[in-house]
Structures are given as structure tokens and as C-alpha cells.
């Protein structure tokens, strides 16, 4: 079996068709479907069933793509620690981010590691609330996905590292609002501030941590937009609490007590194949070296 057609079929299959799968191999198109014609050829088998809109396996290509996909990126992390004694990453690494993911901050941080790092091509997609996936909105399938999320993530066949845990507390307009204790039957009656896919909070209880149902007229997509929504009036918000220290110290917002603490975020990186490229390797180090910046966004 040619392991270079093989690849190039695993990679227009990661990438949903042929010109997506050229352009991230920076090969022409028409030597991607010469390729995959030999590939058919030599298995004695049609792999794919091809459209204008989008490419479907058959069976044979289905059993193919799930048993070599693993083998290739095991190959390509041995190629890189056997290659690796000069430590040079290259080519292209996507990562997929949550849409409110520490914009200035985290640029910076990309910024830096491509001065390091000359060779590799980063390429940034986010997505918006908990739906986390490792496919990005292009349909290209991410390297590194980061996730923010309170308690267990879903069960997954993803790897997950846990990277450091964001304090968040409630907090509301100072003219609306006073900082005394609230129950949960009281929050459950009160305006809150959601996100589009949110409908509860979590508090934590020592060890345990309780979900409390909550609802609120106004639904909002980022985080810069329910600061603003906080500030109007419209409602209470669960915010980080190192997004809103400076609207705290100007007295325009005021963080509300509860009885039971508003359970922490914590920020994990996601990734298919235990045995990652050298380039997401490097960048998470690079990353997870310089996490601190992350605490403090104003």
C-alpha cells in the first residue's frame, strides 16, 4: 500500500473534499484526484462516492479511513521524534477556540510562538458556547481544540489535559442591584443574563457541584456584550471575575453574594491522538508556559 496516497486520501476525507484537501497540502487539485484514483485502483475498491456538494465513503473506504487515520498520526509524531533532534516544527496547526478566548492575550501568545516557531502555519477558527468539537467551521478538522466548561466534560474518544480553573461570581448594575445573599430560590426568579445555549448555573458545595435552573429575557452570544447588557441593567450575569475588576472598581457593577460560591471554569485542551504532531506539542508548552497572562484581562 502507497502510505502517500493513503495520506491523501485520509486528508480529503479530514477535509470533506478535494480542493480543501489540496490547499492544506499545498498541492494542485488534479494530482489529489490522480492520486486517489491509483489509491481506488490499488485497493481493488470504489473508497468514496463523489458530489458537487460533498464526499461520501463506501463501506470498504469507511473501514479504511477509521484503521489508518490513528496510523498516520502515529507515524507523523515517530517522523517528528526521530527528525526532532534540531526541535523544528512546521506546517500548518489548527486550533479551535471558544469565541470570547482572551482575544488580546491569546494573540500575543500566537504571535510570539510563530517568532520561535517560523515554520509552522497557524490557523485559528472558534466557535460559539459549549459546542466543542474538533472540526472547525470551515470543515477542517482541529489539531487542538481549548474548551471552557465547568465540572466533567462529556464523555469523548478526545484526550483531555486540564490547564487552570477562572473564578467566577455574579454580579449586577450597582444602581439595580446590592451585594446581599442570595438563595437559589431567589435567583431562580430573578432576570439573568445567558448565553444562547445556557439555562443553568452551577454552584459549588465542597466537593459537589449543584446546578440550579435559571432563565432570563435576553440571551446573548459573548462575553463583551453581557458586560455591556450587566451594565444596562438588564440583568444579573455570571462573569469572570478578572473580565469585570475595573467595572467593579469604577462602582458601576456590584458581585452579589450567594450562600454557596459560583463554581470556577476550568480551561482544558482537547486533542484526538495521544501521539500529537511536534507543532501542537510545542505550542501547547509554549502555551501552557505562559498561562499566566490569561489571569488578568483588563
Known amino acids: 500500500m502507497d502510505l502517500n496516497n493513503l495520506a491523501i486520501f485520509v486528508a480529503v476525507v479530514e477535509h470533506g473534499s478535494l480542493t480543501k484537501a489540496a490547499e492544506y497540502l499545498r498541492i494542485p487539485k488534479s494530482k489529489i484526484s490522480r492520486h486517489l484514483s491509483k489509491f481506488e485502483k490499488e485497493q481493488s475498491a470504489p473508497l468514496l462516492i463523489r458530489s458537487t456538494r460533498k464526499i461520501q465513503l463506501t463501506e470498504v473506504g469507511k473501514l479504511l479511513f477509521e484503521r489508518s487515520q490513528p496510523l498516520l498520526q502515529d507515524l507523523a509524531s515517530l517522523e517528528d521524534?526521530?527528525?526532532?533532534?534540531?526541535?523544528?516544527?512546521?506546517?500548518?496547526?489548527?486550533?479551535?477556540?471558544?469565541?470570547?478566548?482572551?482575544?488580546?492575550?491569546?494573540?500575543?501568545?500566537?504571535?510570539?510562538?510563530?517568532?520561535?516557531?517560523?515554520?509552522?502555519?497557524?490557523?485559528?477558527?472558534?466557535?460559539?458556547?459549549?459546542?466543542?468539537?474538533?472540526?472547525s467551521s470551515s470543515g477542517v478538522t482541529s489539531d487542538i481544540t481549548f474548551a471552557l466548561h465547568h465540572g466533567r466534560l462529556p464523555?469523548?474518544?478526545?484526550?483531555?489535559?486540564?490547564?487552570?480553573?477562572?473564578?467566577?461570581?455574579?454580579?449586577?448594575?450597582?444602581?439595580?442591584?446590592?451585594?446581599?445573599?442570595?438563595?437559589?430560590?431567589?435567583?431562580?426568579e430573578?432576570?439573568?443574563?445567558?448565553?444562547?445555549?445556557?439555562?443553568?448555573?452551577?454552584?459549588?458545595?465542597?466537593?459537589?457541584?449543584?446546578?440550579?435552573?435559571?432563565?432570563?429575557?435576553?440571551?446573548?452570544?459573548?462575553?463583551?456584550?453581557?458586560?455591556?447588557?450587566?451594565?444596562?441593567?438588564?440583568?444579573?450575569?455570571?462573569?469572570?471575575?478578572?473580565?469585570?475588576?475595573?467595572?467593579?472598581?469604577?462602582?458601576?457593577?456590584?458581585?452579589?453574594?450567594?450562600?454557596?460560591?459560583?463554581?470556577?471554569?476550568?480551561?482544558t485542551v482537547l486533542f484526538r491522538n495521544k501521539y500529537l504532531p511536534l507543532k501542537a506539542r510545542l505550542f501547547i508548552d509554549f502555551f501552557q508556559s505562559n498561562i499566566g497572562r490569561l489571569s488578568s484581562r483588563i
Open 81 to 135: 521524534d526521530v527528525s526532532g533532534q534540531q526541535m523544528t516544527a512546521k506546517g500548518r496547526l489548527t486550533i479551535k477556540i471558544p469565541i470570547d478566548f482572551f482575544p488580546n492575550q491569546f494573540t500575543n501568545i500566537c504571535a510570539e510562538f510563530m517568532e520561535t516557531n517560523p515554520k509552522v502555519f497557524l490557523h485559528v477558527d472558534h466557535y460559539i458556547g459549549h459546542r466543542h468539537s474538533d472540526s
Open 155 to 188: 464523555d469523548s474518544d478526545m484526550n483531555a489535559k486540564p490547564l487552570m480553573s477562572l473564578a467566577q461570581s455574579l454580579y449586577g448594575a450597582t444602581y439595580k442591584y446590592s451585594g446581599d445573599y442570595l438563595t437559589s430560590h431567589e435567583l431562580s
Open 190 to 267: 430573578l432576570d439573568c443574563l445567558l448565553a444562547p445555549d445556557e439555562n443553568v448555573w452551577f454552584f459549588q458545595n465542597g466537593q459537589v457541584q449543584n446546578a440550579v435552573r435559571v432563565a432570563g429575557c435576553f440571551k446573548v452570544p459573548n462575553q463583551k456584550m453581557m458586560i455591556e447588557a450587566c451594565l444596562s441593567g438588564l440583568g444579573i450575569a455570571k462573569l469572570t471575575d478578572v473580565d469585570v475588576e475595573s467595572q467593579v472598581r469604577k462602582g458601576a457593577l456590584v458581585r452579589l453574594n450567594t450562600v454557596t460560591p459560583i463554581a470556577a471554569q476550568t480551561l
